[in-house]
């Protein structure tokens, strides 16, 4: 069964940065193509960004387009989100997807 454990939230002031991780366990991390969603207080969870398998391609939400980075470090089975010029719209728990697979989130607030 797999499992993903996202750590690295917290409180950060509008125009800093945070990485977050998730520790992927479970099956081989290598083959799957990994994504960041996020869900804000009464809203529907939206995309954040997504990884290839060998960490090759990325996709970004417009929304943290040039903002945002992922990466993945296969060795550690372990997925990455860099987070910098954060903003207080960037508030939310933050959760990463592997095919049918979530984690348990890790909450992110941004204050102005």
């Known amino acids: 069964q797999v499992q993903l454990v996202e750590s690295g939230g917290g409180l950060v002031q509008a125009g800093g940065s945070l990485r977050l991780s998730c520790a992927a366990s479970?099956?081989?991390?290598?083959?799957?193509?990994m994504n960041w969603f996020r869900q804000a207080p009464g809203k529907e969870r939206e995309f954040v960004a997504r990884?290839?398998?060998?960490?090759?391609?990325?996709y970004y939400a417009d929304s943290v387009k040039g903002r945002f980075a992922i990466s993945r470090d296969n060795a550690k089975n372990t997925v990455y989100l860099q987070m910098n010029s954060l903003k207080p719209e960037d508030t939310a728990v933050y959760y990463c997807?592997?095919?049918?697979?979530w984690g348990q989130g890790t909450q992110v607030t941004v204050s102005s």
């Open positions: 997807k592997e095919a049918n697979y």
């Open positions: 479970g099956r081989t991390f290598s083959g799957y193509v």
């Open positions: 990884i290839s398998w060998s960490g090759g391609s990325t």
